[in-house]
């Protein structure tokens, strides 16, 4: 027998004060997982989202900001618009390479005429895009045509069916970009061809006809050149071009930043508490076992056992505790985090992507390192002072 | 241990039994409209169903594995258990199905809270197998 | 083999109040002796087999084992020595509730005792058998009676095999029946294996079981007796 035998067979006989710490260190360590997978996820699925619309500036009608931004992190399908003759405005702007029109349109809802309902589908122009027609030319080799789209990963065609309808009219989904975790994976994308054939198709098919008012766009996507200073192009574009707001890409999203960042502090302050009490009550309990374990340590010293031997016998059983509650804990945050992502993301209003295998495993070894911390820091005063006392001392009653 | 492991079967047993009635489309006012008019409930009403078919001898599984005393019938029950657990999960994923839309009840709630309870159940089900091996015949 | 020399020790039991439970005590036990201790309850008998051991420090004086002053050494050779060279019999039930009995008459061996290469295991069976319980190995000892556990404790505190074996009041919760098993197998160990037994008892006719005895009142020897 040696030293984890003997802790794992104390473990054994005081069952309900080992499962109290077993508790902690799971609730501790899943906690954790849970809160920084939760915040990593949104900052991650923000940055792609970002990534993914490519754009240095994206210009929007002026307090029509926060909801283009839920449309494209949440999905939640917004009709925006402002004349198209801003477009013109904004390219001639020094500083600015590339303004790509985009429109902001949505299938029915749970109507006849669309397989989807509410889906948010934008149409963008080819000849100036700079986001999606990149990812055509390398996934499939050509633009798209009459009647084809693009949609989010998570936009598939009904089963049984082969194309989806909307509007009455069946488009052809060519392919499905990679997970952002933002509202973007549940969007469509097609041309602005495509688009204004389902407006005219729609007339006649649709439950209600698709709207698109006529010279009029949704956004404009703003790529500057290289050496200019976006925040200069930005404030050039409010100022020559009224009734917009431009949004500087490191600004977008920022009533989500604040969200994210408001459930980050509420998360680190019930993690701080969880905490706190976890390790009281496991320090307690250590207390309370070596306590009530004083005479028969002292006869483990009587028998020739070190005062080290006793400290590492009860921090063994702490750390073991810890390593299987924990282990537990993140384990059941893992699959919990992964199993209901979708509805943390409606519930809680902010983007989320699971993370990376690498990034997992690396958080996975702070989860288990913070419970085993807790709960040894926690039982090393007690296991401490028992090693110290006087064994004759402990064998008296 | 077994009394712990009993009495989180018979718990989840119950949440499988009762949380997809209130978590499928059915209970949400929605369901399938065919072309002659009528309706019809959609899939996931059927998995609710079907999950009822789990529940209740799970909660057997749990009520015997709380007062057998014997290594024969804790190893039997436990298998029961595990396999009672996987069709849990095989119902809302690949036999029958929820549907396919990510904003329905039945896909954020229904399914991955059947799917985390049957892997909790499979989990518990092999550890007291395990253990129970260790056991004597007769135990305490 | 054991020699205390002019030992006191003074428990303080509050900022005012010091008690002496031994005071300028000087014994020596030789190799092979069985010395019986007696006195009344708060005599320092207790204390006295404490300092033996080594489980209590000395407030003056020397305890020395051998050639050795018990508390020159470091915790750690201390514990080795005393693992190696004291078998401990308690007064209270000391056997660990959840190991088995072959588990705790085998548990000195993992603090490092000298067992002369033999399995612990195989060795505790043989002690097991020494002491009548070859049929109880994977009992726990809430599965013992008191009788029972008490040959356990002294099977384990000869695993070493120890040079002296000390015995706190080791019959003192048996009825008489078992009490006079209990000191049998105490003279048969000694007989047997010529181990230096040190037995601390209130009750004056076990005296009859040692080879010399010795009485204790108020923390001093008042009579010895061979």
């Not at chain 1, 990812?135 to 050509?142: A, E, F, S």
């Not at chain 1, 943390?344 to 699971?354: A, N, Y």
């Not at chain 3, 003279?187 to 040692?210: A, E, F, K, M």
């Amino acid at each position: 027998m040696n030293l984890g035998q003997l802790a794992w067979r104390n473990i054994k006989g005081n069952a309900f004060r080992s499962w109290v710490v077993f508790l902690c260190a799971m609730v501790v360590a899943g906690f954790s997982l849970s809160a920084v997978m939760i915040i990593r996820g949104a900052e991650d699925s923000l940055r792609l989202a970002l990534n993914r619309l490519g754009a240095d500036i994206i210009v929007v009608p002026e307090g029509a900001e926060t909801k283009v931004e839920t449309a494209l992190l949440m999905g939640k399908p917004v009709k925006v618009w402002m004349p198209q003759e801003n477009l013109d405005k904004i390219a001639r702007i020094p500083g600015v390479a590339v303004a790509s029109p985009q429109l902001y349109l949505s299938s029915l809802s749970n109507a006849s005429c669309c397989s989807v309902s509410e889906m948010f589908m934008v149409a963008f122009d080819p000849k100036t895009d700079f986001t999606i027609e990149p990812w055509l030319k390398q996934k499939l080799g050509h633009e798209l045509r009459l009647g084809e789209s693009v949609g989010g990963s998570n936009v598939f065609t009904p089963e049984g069916e082969e194309n989806i309808k909307l509007y009455g009219y069946f488009i052809t989904l060519k392919g499905n970009l990679t997970s952002t975790g933002t509202g973007l994976d549940q969007t469509m994308f097609l041309t602005f061809e495509t688009a204004q054939d389902v407006a005219r198709i729609s007339k006649t098919r649709a439950e209600r006809p698709l709207e698109i008012p006529a010279n009029s766009i949704s956004a404009a996507l703003v790529k500057v050149q290289p050496g200019s200073d976006p925040r200069s192009v930005a404030l050039d574009i409010m100022q020559k071009v009224p009734g917009v707001t431009p949004i500087e890409s490191p600004n977008m999203f920022q009533t989500f930043r604040q969200q994210i960042m408001g459930l980050l502090r509420g998360m680190l302050l019930i993690l701080s508490i969880t905490l706190v009490l976890s390790l009281v009550l496991i320090s307690l309990i250590f207390s309370m076992a070596a306590n009530e374990r004083r005479r028969e340590l002292g006869v483990l010293r009587a028998l020739g056992a070190t005062r080290g031997f006793v400290f590492q016998s009860i921090l063994a059983e702490a750390v073991m505790l810890a390593v299987d509650g924990g282990a537990v804990g993140i384990a059941l945050a893992c699959l919990a985090t992964f199993l209901f992502r979708d509805l943390l993301v409606r519930s809680l209003g902010i983007p989320f992507l699971l993370p990376s295998l690498p990034s997992l495993v690396t958080l996975i070894g702070g989860g288990l390192v913070l419970a085993l911390s807790g709960v040894t820091l926690a039982a090393l005063i007690p296991a401490f002072k028992i090693s110290r006392q006087d064994p004759a001392l402990a064998m008296r009653e | 241990m077994f009394k712990i492991a009993a009495a989180i079967i018979v718990v989840l047993a119950l949440v499988i039994g009762i949380l997809p009635q209130f978590t499928d489309c059915q209970s949400q006012g929605r369901a399938l409209a065919l072309q002659n008019g009528k309706t019809v409930p959609m899939k996931c009403h059927w998995t609710a169903i079907a999950e009822i078919g789990m529940a209740v001898p799970l909660v057997g599984v749990g009520t015997v594995m709380g007062v057998s005393k014997r290594k024969e019938s804790c190893r039997i029950i436990a298998g029961l258990g595990a396999l009672l657990g996987i069709f849990v999960i095989l119902f809302p994923t690949r036999l029958i199905g929820v549907c396919a839309s990510a904003d329905m009840l039945c896909n954020s709630v229904m399914k991955p809270t059947l799917i985390l309870s049957g892997i909790v159940i499979i989990a518990i089900s092999i550890a007291t197998l395990i253990i129970s091996e260790r056991q004597p015949e007769q135990f305490a | 083999m054991i020699a205390l020399r002019n030992v006191t020790k003074t428990y303080q039991v509050s900022k005012e109040i010091a008690v002496m439970a031994v005071r300028g005590v000087s014994l020596n036990v030789e190799r092979g002796e069985f010395v019986i201790v007696t006195g009344r309850s708060g005599s320092g008998k207790t204390t006295v087999l404490n300092l033996a051991a080594g489980l209590v420090k000395p407030t003056s004086g020397e305890v020395c084992l051998g050639d050795v002053n018990l508390w020159s050494l470091a915790d750690r050779e201390q514990s080795l020595l005393r693992n190696r060279k004291i078998g401990f019999v308690f007064q209270f039930p000391s056997l660990l509730p959840s190991l088995t009995v072959l588990e705790n008459v085998a548990l000195p061996t993992i603090f490092g005792t000298n067992h002369r290469g033999q399995d612990p295991y195989e060795r505790a069976a043989e002690l097991l058998d020494m002491v009548g319980l070859s049929d109880k190995l994977s009992a726990y000892p809430r599965q013992l009676s008191a009788g029972q556990q008490q040959r356990v404790v002294i099977a384990r505190a000869l695993i070493g095999p120890p040079e002296v074996l000390l015995a706190d009041e080791p019959t003192s919760n048996l009825d008489e029946q078992t009490e006079h098993e209990i000191m049998d197998l105490f003279r048969d160990i000694h007989t047997q294996t010529g181990v230096t037994v040190v037995l601390v008892t209130h009750t004056s006719q076990l005296v009859s079981y040692g080879t010399r005895a010795i009485e204790m009142a108020s923390g001093v020897i008042v009579n010895h007796q061979i």
